[in-house]
């Protein structure tokens, strides 16, 4: 008997164990931190980084083909209409029936084999490798101002969200408190006191709210949808939100992507420079070649023959029209413009912190006199609660007071919502 008791307690304990952690599961949320990560993961151009990493590398792989030997076969077959002749006769040598100097072939064939090896380039493949990295950089880091400037849209449905659900919270409030009082005023026209069009008309207002809350769900669900399309989750992946509170510490200075792209495309411009300064340094290279053919290397001897040679190669683009110089002034030209747009952009930012700024002092400010206005309102209401009994006003009063301590209250919400969402723009505006 006590084995089966202790067998039941400990069902107990793993069935609760169990509706415990389900419960945990199911109220688990998204914050807006985790609605950045995912939206970003999900965003289809930030998935093109890997494709683009992989493209840089098989360019990078071509690149360092530059200091492999190169190697090419070569075949090729002529036939010329005349030939150089030596017609110089030797007395003193017997007639043999052959002439000293045999006359070449009017034909040539040759099969070669040509090897050529890059011995020193002054640095032209490595700058060309820096030049590649920097490409990549600049690209990738394209894709990120892209998929950040996904945040801005998330944030807007999230906090468009939360508007909602406090609404929501406020009017279900004032619903219920409603009710209670329509308990008491119905209590009262049954013992006389008010007349029946009061109650008709808080109960009007009743269904009136309910109405409201239909419309702020539609609305929110709507919200979800957007956020989720966003966020590029799944149906199992759809939770609701958090409320968030930030503590945002004022910050004179910024870090964006944008100021990080505008000096990977001035590195870009300098290892373009540094590639026009080696291009004019001189090139060491050796070869070597192997050949068959008719005739060989020795056009007298006549015949099939095989022939090789080797050697070394020295270049030196030493004059060029001053064309390096020139283009050297365009790309500093090229990075005073991009200088001049980061200035152009830092000097926004900076404007629009100060826009932003401002916003998040008048909400506080504005929320400090919202409580002021509910505590009068609510004084106000408890008054008329009192003169709804004793009949001394009319349903008609006392719901245009109610309202607008119902509106006040839904102010107050929606600024500390806005309050709230003017803290994450800044904090976007000065981060990445």
């Known amino acids: 008997m006590k084995k089966i008791k202790n067998m039941k307690k400990t069902a107990f304990l793993m069935l609760l164990s169990l509706i415990t952690a389900f419960s945990a599961f199911s109220q688990e949320k998204y914050s807006l931190d985790d609605c950045y990560k995912i939206a970003i993961e999900n965003y289809p151009l ?95 880091k394209n894709i990120e101002i892209e998929a950040n400037k996904l945040k801005e849209q998330i944030l807007e449905s999230y906090f468009a969200i939360l508007n909602l659900d406090q609404q929501n919270e406020v009017i279900s409030l004032s619903i219920n408190s409603l009710r ?27 269904i009136k709210l309910e109405q409201k809350l239909i419309e702020i769900e539609s609305v929110k669900q709507t919200a979800y949808l957007v956020l989720y399309q966003l966020m590029g989750v799944d149906k199992a992946q759809e939770k609701k939100i958090m409320p968030i509170t930030l503590n945002y510490v004022p ?3 910024f870090t964006r992507y944008e100021n990080e792209l505008f000096e990977l495309q001035k590195t870009k411009i300098d290892a373009y420079t540094n590639l026009l300064d080696v291009s004019k340094m001189p090139k060491i290279g050796a070869f070597a070649k192997i050949g068959y053919g008719n005739p060989g290397l020795n ?42 747009k980061e200035e152009t952009f830092n000097k926004n930012i900076n404007t629009l ?21 509910i505590e009068i309102n609510t004084k106000i209401v408890e ?23 119902l509106i006040a209250e839904i102010t107050k919400k929606i600024h500390e919502i806005e309050l709230e969402k003017a803290k994450a723009l800044l904090e976007l505006t000065t981060n990445k």
């Open 383 to 405: 008054n008329y609660n009192s003169q709804l009994k004793n009949g001394t006003i009319t349903s008609s009063e006392y719901i245009t007071q109610w309202n607008k301590a």
């Open 46 to 140: 930030n998935k093109s980084k890997e494709l683009n990493l992989k493209l840089s590398e098989q360019r990078i792989q071509n690149l360092k083909i530059l200091t492999l030997p190169s190697v090419s076969l070569d075949a090729r077959a002529t036939y010329q209409s005349d030939v150089m002749t030596i017609g110089i006769e030797f007395p003193m040598l017997p007639p043999s029936g052959q002439p000293v100097f045999p006359a070449p072939p009017y034909h040539n064939i040759y099969t070669e084999l040509n090897v050529q090896q890059t011995i020193w380039d002054g640095g032209y493949a490595k700058y060309q490798k820096k030049i590649e990295e920097s490409d990549y950089q600049v690209e990738i």
């Open 180 to 206: 209670e009082q329509f308990k008491s005023i119905e209590s009262a026209y049954k013992n006389g006191t008010i007349t029946e069009v009061n109650v008709l008309q808080l109960q009007a207002e009743i």
């Open 251 to 253: 910050n004179d200075t």
């Open 353 to 373: 912190l100060k826009r932003q700024s401002g916003e998040l002092e008048k909400l506080t400010s504005l929320i400090e006199k919202d409580k002021e206005i």
């Open 299 to 340: 056009y007298f001897s006549g015949g099939w023959d095989t022939y090789y040679i080797v050697g070394a190669n020295f270049t030196w683009k030493f004059f060029d029209w001053n064309e390096t110089n020139r283009k050297k002034q365009i790309f500093t030209l090229q990075k005073n413009l991009i200088d001049n």
